[in-house]
């Protein structure tokens, strides 16, 4: 089993819908998590962190569920622009595990 | 301005050719360390240092080599590189919060 899992998607959605992405790890040591965004061919991006009471970034809100050991990104109204790949990143004792990526097109 | 550069950003080469990529990062981070991307496998560690003249080999070290002289320096060598090295490869600086920067990538293509 993969320490860090995502659904790889592609997930094609219209503009204006809201999308969840789910990421579960292995470690229930782990002691903190990410989002992190990528568009094609350029470096991932911090997104958002995760906080253990679940936190919101305008249109994004990032929830952790240690007893279920996954993490969600929840992105509502959905704009072209949000089109990407989005990776989740787990830290486990200052080694930091990602990801394979999910796939996000957003169509108008 | 914040950042992790990286260079070469793209590279052909053959197999045996020793490599360098160069890492730089202007944060004064203490832990920087190595990706490879590669489809359906995300990214995989290479190696990592937590600070001067402290490296250590994460998932995917072999083939690779590091080394960390100065806080904001932490080169790639590929001393004879191999086609299955051909690949995507990130260097990232980290701050106290975990916050990962990443380089821009180098697109390295062994024949």
């Known amino acids: 089993r993969k320490e860090v899992e995502q659904d790889p998607g592609p997930f094609n959605v219209p503009e204006g819908a809201t999308v969840a992405f789910n990421c579960t790890y292995s470690?229930?040591?782990?002691?903190?998590f990410f989002w992190y965004r990528q568009d094609c061919r350029k470096e991932p991006k911090l997104l958002m962190s995760?906080?253990?009471s679940g936190n919101e970034d305008g249109r994004f809100t990032a929830q952790l569920n240690r007893a279920s050991q996954y993490i969600s990104l929840l992105i509502r109204d959905s704009k072209l622009s949000d089109s990407a790949t989005y990776l989740c990143?787990?830290?486990?004792?200052?080694?930091?595990?990602f990801g394979a990526g999910t796939r996000l097109t957003v169509k108008p | 301005e914040a950042q992790v550069t990286q260079n070469p950003r793209y590279l052909i080469t053959v197999t045996g050719k020793k490599l360098t990529v160069t890492c730089s990062q202007n944060?004064?981070?203490?832990?920087m360390s190595w990706y490879r991307q590669d489809p359906g496998l995300g990214l995989r560690q290479i190696y990592y240092?937590?600070?001067?003249?402290?490296?250590d080999k994460g998932d995917v070290p072999e083939g690779y080599k590091v080394s960390r002289k100065e806080k904001r320096n932490f080169p790639l060598i590929l001393e004879s590189p191999s086609p299955n090295q051909t690949s995507l490869y990130f260097c990232?600086?980290?701050?106290?919060?975990?916050?990962?920067?990443f380089g821009e990538g180098s697109w390295l293509t062994v024949v």
């Open positions: 470690n229930s040591a782990s002691q903190s």
């Open positions: 240092s937590m600070n001067v003249e402290v490296t």
């Open positions: 944060m004064n981070h203490e832990y």
């Open positions: 990232a600086s980290r701050n106290s919060r975990n916050t990962i920067y």
């Open positions: 995760v906080y253990s």
């Open positions: 990143a787990v830290n486990d004792n200052n080694d930091m595990r």
